[in-house]
């Protein structure tokens, strides 16, 4: 799944009296950081570009009916701790079954509606899946199976295009600084410590990460992409790593946003050569007010590390 735009956090879902999950839910500091909270169900509400989320009681849910403003339709539905969902094997259902923990969300663009993106589920006992451990698993990929009509309200139940040996991949819940430290390690042994990695300028600190609901966001530079994608893929593999956004500088891009950045200014004649971040400018131009332009462009480009000016200004005829 892509990460959508975003800042992102979990609405957890409580139970009365002792949860039978281990530590759930989570007692995090404070409850991991980004805007967390505990809810004793979650509605979510159909739109056109995903279940909007919104955290609260176990009322039951009124029909949303239809809004053209933001494209919601009439489907709503109500998530508490005693939702169960089957998982689905070759499309049909078995004994496998998960109950909800959470509701992974993302304030999508930062302009206020959450939009779900994660569940939090854990095996049922009996279930053929394993330790009741929370675990991860994409909204997209929930579906409704039988929906049973009762007044103005509906009962549906819910299932997973999950297999359950697809189950097994899924990257386990944990708290972000738990996966910072993970994502760090998995950086320094399979990133930094390859022979992949082969610019010996672009040092450990110069690839960093943050972690925010799972989010690994890379932030820094890489001499050339397939060093980010090769970040990118151990990361995901890391436990407890939900996505990865990348927001690495490459050095290989900066020569063209270089000369773009040039070209818009009308100096498009230089030569430009790009080595670890540093910049060379080579040519000739009029005057030494374009000598000193040509440098200042191209030291606004973003990852540039420095500038050599090698440009000379043309003799007068």
């Not at 600084?177 to 993970?182: D, H, M, T, V």
């Not at 990348?246 to 004649?269: I, M, N």
Request: hydrophobic share 40%; proline share 6%.
């Amino acid at each position: 799944m892509h990460p959508m735009n975003g800042p992102v956090r979990y609405f957890f879902l409580i139970t009365h009296g002792k949860d039978d999950v281990h530590n759930w839910p989570p007692k995090l500091n404070p409850l991991a950081g980004p805007g967390n909270k505990v809810c004793a169900a979650v509605r979510l509400h159909l739109e056109n570009i995903g279940w909007r989320a919104e955290c609260g009681n176990a009322a039951p849910v009124e029909s949303a009916g239809t809004d053209g403003g933001n494209g919601a339709t009439s489907l709503a539905l109500l998530l508490t701790r005693d939702t169960a969902l089957g998982l689905l094997n070759d499309g049909k259902r078995g004994r496998a079954e998960v109950d909800l923990l959470g509701v992974r969300v993302v304030n999508l663009d930062e302009k206020g509606a959450d939009f779900a993106t994660h569940l939090v589920v854990a095996a049922l006992p009996g279930s053929g899946l394993g330790p009741r451990r929370p675990v991860v698993v994409p909204v997209d990929d929930m579906v409704l199976g039988e929906y049973v009509e009762q007044g103005d309200r509906a009962v549906a139940a819910l299932d997973l295009r999950i297999s359950p040996n697809d189950y097994e991949t899924m990257p386990p819940f944990m708290g972000d600084e738990a996966i910072e430290r993970l994502a760090k390690d998995t950086l320094a042994r399979r990133v930094f410590a390859s022979n992949a990695y082969s610019y010996g300028q672009i040092r450990h600190q110069d690839m960093t990460v943050e972690v925010q609901a799972g989010r690994v966001s890379l932030h820094g530079r890489a001499a050339l992409r397939s060093e980010g994608e090769q970040a990118v893929a151990a990361l995901m593999q890391t436990p407890g790593v939900v996505e990865v956004a990348d927001h690495l500088l490459y050095v290989e891009d900066l020569q063209e946003k270089v000369e773009e950045a040039l070209a818009a200014k009308g100096l498009d004649d230089l030569t430009i050569l790009v080595e670890h971040a540093l910049v060379n400018l080579r040519g000739e131009v009029p005057d030494t007010k374009t000598r000193y332009q040509a440098e200042d462009i191209a030291k606004r480009v973003p990852g540039v590390r420095g500038v050599v000016n090698d440009i000379v200004v043309a003799s007068p005829v």
